[in-house]
């Protein structure tokens, strides 16, 4: 029997890929990923994650059933116990004191009926999304802008230009698909210039002709002075100005009041003058520019100027939704697109349309027939969960994310939410840090279960398809949502019977009235919406905006020059460069950046269910310059702890001069359920930009020190393990087995003793051993026969042997003479390589295997190592970590 493709659409970054799935066993969940080669976002290409979705989709870990307050419970009382909660709470304090925090991860269909029910009937604007720890920055200058929130231009533009600039924006890691396009159209056009403007030296300065190592938010002066020197070179286009542009007289001028000195411009944003000038000067010199630009920019008390300060310099150039020339906002999250669509965002309306415009709000009353449509933006996510904390919020419904781990100030919003009355979870995941704080757990369909679509970073729309039925209980989210929206007393407004129905709506809403007599809106799904129930399951790959004859200027906005103000002209926004809102001092004279890693996303709750995914950074780590490591007596690999004046963090050291003196670099995904003092929002100062209230997570002042414990040690286990309370504690699970990277400042008096007890050892396991008390070691191996069962090593110092080959034990059936002879030193038999630690994900080829096989066969590019090993010739991620690799063997020969 032939086995049937699903077409459907990875659940990860904002590049929005493709995915072909292939059923194996249906019944056990296992499935095969491959790259969708029809799909124009990736064009068959997947980064790590994607590839490794086949290992995400089991019933580990999942929520399968409803609870309240603990007890497992049918839906219907869920649901009513819900509803009669919001009713009894708004009745007493207001439509004010219920609030929705949803996610990036949802699809349109859900994010649309959620949006429904708090503005529109509840009537309250308490609606927010994680999307505003990313992209409402990006939202605002957009806005401010073109009058809309309409990214100009699609991905081919970045094989059309002949200038890239990446700016706030490590894509090799966050949009890896993306990147390998990039990298294909340098191959391609050599030259096609690539300037990466970055902090740190990240892996997508693999590519690039020019790395400019900004200083930590200095954004806006490298972009205001961008702006004056095409204005002093009379590479202005005039024309453009003059005929479809307004305020450009007073944005320059703003501009030119900082400085119009190139050295004054250089030192304020810590480049060489020489590099900075010979940016301005690609710059003026290439019609064909795209921007590029994500959390870098976005993250930042100044986030919505930074990226009004890029949008400035493609309007002074004439570069808007022209092929090959655009400012492009590369979107985090697979929906978040999608959420804006429909008004998620606390600020705004659905369909893109606004607060401010009481035609939009009167178009969305009569369209939704309702009488209770809020009149007025509501609390942004820090904002929001302030007000819980406050008690003026006394229940919150929160939807597929985890703000426990991600919000700033983590632990203050994590106390905020342990007191409030009413805490609704609806999820996936059965144990998250924020589904344990849950008086009522909803069981929600995870990503191979769901039904509906997502928008990706290009305005292109892709159906997700459901690969198996709804596991346990689970539900849709939009199901749960209008559920409880019928027993609020809503049930005519969300009598939705499918995603499809809640999808013409959507489309429909978006098509209401948005017409020259009215007033033409960007947000236009006209010819989407009657489509049938068998269309919408075919639909193809769609860019908006989807009229009801296809223009062929849909793929790009902007084209004909006409914008969405009043005046149909695009503005020029005056932005002046502020430092962040928090500066280093004597106390904490360290600054903070945070951001994603290649194999992981968001808190982990997928990607660490796949142990090839785990493998390339396994532990919550720190990055510091090597002059900050000596100035504060911090070793290599050791363990430090980063304070703020909010919270705490311990982790690994990396010791690494691609970080800049006076910076720290740690990610963002670590959670209580994988670490002890992982979680970094802990320390994030919960700061927001004025205009579109995003955080400022990448400038946190902090210190740092080292850790002392009385004992390291690791276990790997080929079970997980109940283990006591550790000072320093990070758990993944690898192939076939759980690996543990302890510490504790506590002395035990008998280490073999507690080393037993830690394994929970008894007489009758196979055990090998060796102790040394005077040395502070213990080592011990339990089997069962020949198959190993768990191993521990202890010591009083960091200085642990590698994992590495010994976790590959636990993938055999049964282990050799020469390896139990070789398992307490934890190192391999002659003869027997250890990988080292894994820089493919895809093939787990290690560091070791790569430098072997340079040195022992003289292997000189990325393509050999590739022919070689296959390293590099999965999803391409690695590459810039292989080249890397090369030039340091080839340098140490």
Known sequence: MEQRIIKTTCPYCGVGCGINATIDNRDAHQITIKGDEQHPANLGRLCSKGSALADTVSLQGRLLHPEINGQQTAWPEALDFVAEQFNDIIDKHGANAVAFYVSGQLLTEDYYVANKLMKGFIGSSNIDTNSRLCMS????????????????????????AELLVITGSNMAWCHPVLFQRVRKAKEQNPALKIVVIDPRVTDSCDVADLHLALKPGADVALFNGLLNFLSEQNRLDQHYIEQYCSGFAETVASAQSESTELNQIAQRCGLNENDLTL?????????????????????????????????????????VGKPGASPFSLTGQPNAMGGREVGGMASTLAAHMDFNKPEDH???ARFWKTENLASQPGLNAVDLFSAVDKGDIKAIWIMATNPVVS?????????ALERCPLVVVSDCIADTDTVQLANVKLPAVGWSEKNGTVTNSERRISRQRPLFPASGEAKPDWWIVCEIAKRMGFEQAFNFSSAADIFREHAALSAFENDLEHGLRDFNLTGLAELSDAEYDQLAPTQWPVLAEPTPTSSRLFADHRFFTPDRKA????VQWRPPANSTNNAYPLILNT????DQWHTMTRTALSPRLNMHLPEPFIEIHPQDAESYAIIDESLAEVESAWGSFLGRVKI?????????????HWTAQLSSRGRVGALVNPVTDPYSGQPESKHTPVRIQTFQAAHYLFIISRKPMTLPDFDYQAVIKADQCFIYQLAIRAPQDNILQWGQQLLQSTDEQQRIEYNDPAKGVYRMATLDGNRLNNCILIADHWRLPDVNWLQTLFSQPEIEPQQRISLL???PPIGQGDVGRIVCSCYTVGETTIKNAIAKQKLTSVAEISQCLSAGSGCGSCIPELNEILNATCLSK
């Open 407 to 415: 919000l700033p100030n983590a632990d203050y919003f994590k106390q």
């Open 571 to 574: 503005r020029f926004i005056p």
């Open 656 to 668: 690494t001069d691609k970080q800049q003196p006076g910076s720290l670099f740690i990610p963002m």
């Open 595 to 598: 951001g994603r890693i290649r």
């Open 137 to 160: 920055s990006a939202v605002m200058g957009y806005k401010r802008a073109f009058g809309a929130d309409a990214v100009p231009g699609n991905y081919e533009d970045l094989e059309l």
């Open 279 to 319: 940016f301005y000067q690609w710059f003026a010199e290439n019609d064909k520019t795209v921007t590029l630009y994500s959390q870098g920019v976005n993250q930042s008390t100044s986030g919505s100027d930074k990226c009004n300060a890029i949008i400035n310099c493609h309007l002074a150039t004439g570069r």
């Open 362 to 364: 009167q178009r969305i």
């Open 825 to 827: 030193s934890a190192k």
